[in-house]
T-cell receptor, first 115, second 113 residues
Framework: EPEVTQTPSHQVTQMGQEVILRCVPI?????FYWYRQILGQKVEFLVS????????KSEIFDDQFSVERPDGSNFTLKIRSTKLEDSAMYFC?????????????FGPGTRLLVL | QKEVEQNSGPLSVPEGAIASLNCTYS??????FFWYRQYSGKSPELIMS????GDKEDGRFTAQLNKASQYVSLLIRDSQPSDSATYLC?????????????FGSGTRLSIRP
């Protein structure tokens, strides 16, 4: 069964460093998302992406964050200068159609720890 | 601020019994509703989706939606120890172009043998 994959599974970085989290969405999906979950808290929407541009972003997704689809398979989230509060699980998701009724499938996540 | 509310639990249910999980949402125009299961340290795994008022059954799971009351529920029949997890209610905005999902904080379910 097709699935969303994410690398790395764990990332430890120093505050102020740049990190890039990578995702390979399900192959026939067209819509891509990043969510994050701080330990013990809700899953929070960060950004959605379609046709090589951002569709919507949350207040969390400030200038330190960017997303890119560098090739036909990868979808990346870059954090330019990490802060301690960026420590969280980051989930990539994808869906086949951008309709209200389309299910989003989640990857296994990248656990980011900022020291 | 659009909200999805769930009782955090823990909800303890004996093995073989029915577990009932509830959720309310604030955005009246929401169109899509999901139940995800999340094991500790893992990603959300889709259990059920529901879009119309009424019941939807899939194996041991039944989702119920009442848009007038802005209420979604999940019933798990013949509960198994492997059902012990956090269950996330999630709501799709439905009218924006982004189709983002808003999650509740989850209900921890514990099935006792």
């Amino acid at each position: 069964e097709p699935e969303v994959t994410q690398t790395p599974s764990h990332q430890v970085t120093q505050m102020g460093q740049e990190v890039i989290l990578r995702c390979v969405p399900i192959s026939n999906h067209l819509y891509f998302y990043w969510y994050r979950q701080i330990l013990g808290q809700k899953v929070e929407f960060l950004v959605s992406f379609y046709n090589n541009e951002i569709s919507e972003k949350s207040e969390i997704f400030d200038d330190q964050f960017s997303v890119e689809r560098p090739d036909g398979s990868n979808f990346t989230l870059k954090i330019r200068s990490t802060k301690l509060e960026d420590s969280a699980m980051y989930f990539c998701a994808s869906s086949e159609e951008r309709t209200a009724q389309e299910t989003q499938y989640f990857g296994p996540g990248t656990r980011l720890l900022v020291l | 601020q659009k909200e999805v509310e769930q009782n955090s639990g823990p909800l303890s249910v004996p093995e073989g019994a029915i577990a009932s999980l509830n959720c309310t949402y604030s955005d009246r125009v929401s169109q899509s509703f999901f139940w995800y299961r999340q094991y500790s340290g893992k990603s959300p795994e889709l259990i059920m989706s529901i879009y119309s008022n009424g019941d939807k059954e899939d194996g041991r799971f039944t989702a119920q939606l009442n848009k007038a009351s802005q209420y979604v529920s999940l019933l798990i029949r013949d509960s198994q120890p492997s059902d012990s997890a956090t269950y996330l209610c999630a709501v799709g905005s439905g009218y924006s172009s982004a189709s983002k999902i808003i999650f509740g904080s989850g209900t921890r379910l514990s099935i006792r043998p």
